[in-house]
């Protein structure tokens, strides 16, 4: 009997051996390259132990994880990027998996693991940061400084990077419909006179909420557009709708608080620094006090005009704005609004929004419905023949 209980346990124990010897896996590795900074992110089947330092002439950024394996060939990786040359990995002592990443120019680093959610594994995220970009950064924006009288409008892709968003049915991610839409919408905006666009995100990278808030704020925009694509079970289900901030202690729609909370979890899912993170669906300190109501009127007044544009380029969900605490629309001293241009769930849908003729067609009506709404405000006295030669 004893002997028996004794092989048991020597049985037991040759079978949870490997499992002391590795206590993660790395499963995939994926690199994202934004105009500052590079991200790269392990996926890991298990929280880890790691340390992350640099190591000079040449430069290099070395990942030290314990206990783990690399079951991924980093083969797929989108290299050279502006930052990062190469990635390779060894076993330079027992029990540690060094990860080295060659890079190009002495960077900055931030790193820091991600909990599962929404369908993601443990992530472990290394940013190098770009010094050099940095410094170029200041005098693009000297030179970009806005003009008297200039109309500046920031146009916001929704999502990026790590964050795909909403998912169509055959695969379309609502990330890369929004940068679509986005820099079409750009190319009308600075193809007018007195109109410049500022894309707040350029590639396929993440850009965190509250980062958007900053860049919309230091581009000195008068209005800006947040371009998303919504996604429900049932798939039928289509439509445009518009989105505009609800004020503290207003009580806003079911459906609206529903999306605001899926919108604003792209910061988890994305990935931003755990306490940089906005926890509260509620988002505490959007709105400072009630001098901004002004803004809060002029966005219903962009949103309404924005459904009027919407509706002759497809059909609209709801026939009035909604609204509801978009960490996003937090620039709340100009307009802002945030439109869902459709449902990416539904197929005809998804098939509408990659297609790049529609993508035009949404962006012109973006257009027509900021510019309209100036006019409104009358703040645009665009000669009319000027708009027209360009139209084409
Ligand atoms: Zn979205």
């Not at 790269?40 to 298990?46: E, R």
């Not at 419909?177 to 350029?202: C, E, F, Q």
């Not at 197929?347 to 409104?376: C, G, I, V, W, Y």
Request: charged share 25%.
């Amino acid at each position: 009997m004893k002997s028996l209980w004794m092989r048991l346990f020597v049985f037991f124990c040759l079978m949870i051996a490997p499992l002391h010897v590795y206590a993660a896996d790395i499963k995939d590795v994926r690199l994202w390259t934004a105009p500052d900074h590079t991200r790269v992110v392990f996926d890991l089947n298990h929280h880890i132990d790691y340390e992350v330092f640099s190591l000079h002439s040449p430069e290099r950024v070395v990942i030290d994880i314990k206990k783990t394996r690399m079951l991924h060939q980093p083969t797929a990786l989108n290299l050279p990027d502006p930052v990062v040359k190469s990635l390779r990995y060894g076993i330079p002592k027992k029990g540690v998996l060094r990860v080295v990443l060659d890079v190009k120019e002495k960077v900055g680093m931030r790193s820091f693991l991600l909990k599962p959610m929404h369908n993601k594994p443990y992530r472990l995220v290394v940013d190098l940061l770009r010094e050099q970009a940095k410094a170029g950064k200041k005098s693009v924006k000297v030179a970009k400084q806005k003009a008297a009288h200039e109309i500046v409008i920031a146009v916001d892709a929704g999502h990026g990077g790590e964050d795909p968003g909403a998912i169509g049915y055959n695969g379309l991610k609502e990330k890369d419909v929004t940068l679509h839409v986005a820099r079409k919408l750009a190319a009308i905006i600075n193809s007018k006179p007195g109109m410049r666009a500022v894309l707040i995100r350029k590639g396929d990278y993440f850009v965190p909420l509250k980062q958007r808030v900053r860049l919309v704020r230091k581009a000195h925009a008068d209005l800006m557009i947040s371009i998303h694509a919504d996604a429900v079970r049932t798939r039928t289900v289509k439509g445009a709708s518009v989105y505009t901030l609800a004020e503290r202690g207003v009580t806003a729609d079911k459906v609206a608080v529903a999306l605001a909370a899926k919108e604003n979890a792209a910061d988890a899912i994305g990935g931003v620094m755990p306490e940089a993170r906005v926890d509260d669906p509620m988002v505490r300190n959007i709105l400072g006090d009630m001098a901004k109501r002004d803004s809060l009127n002029s966005s219903q007044l962009l949103a309404e005009s924005v459904l009027v544009q919407m509706k002759k380029v497809g059909t609209i969900k709801y026939n009035a704005p909604k609204r509801a605490r978009f960490v996003v629309l937090g620039a709340l001293e100009i307009p802002s609004v945030l439109v869902e241009l459709d449902f990416i769930s539904n197929p005809k849908q998804e098939r509408k929004l990659k297609s790049a003729k529609h993508q035009q067609r949404l962006a012109t009506a973006l257009f027509k419905a900021s510019q309209n709404f100036f006019r409104r405000m009358g703040m645009l006295f665009m000669e009319h023949s000027a708009t027209k030669a360009n139209a084409s």
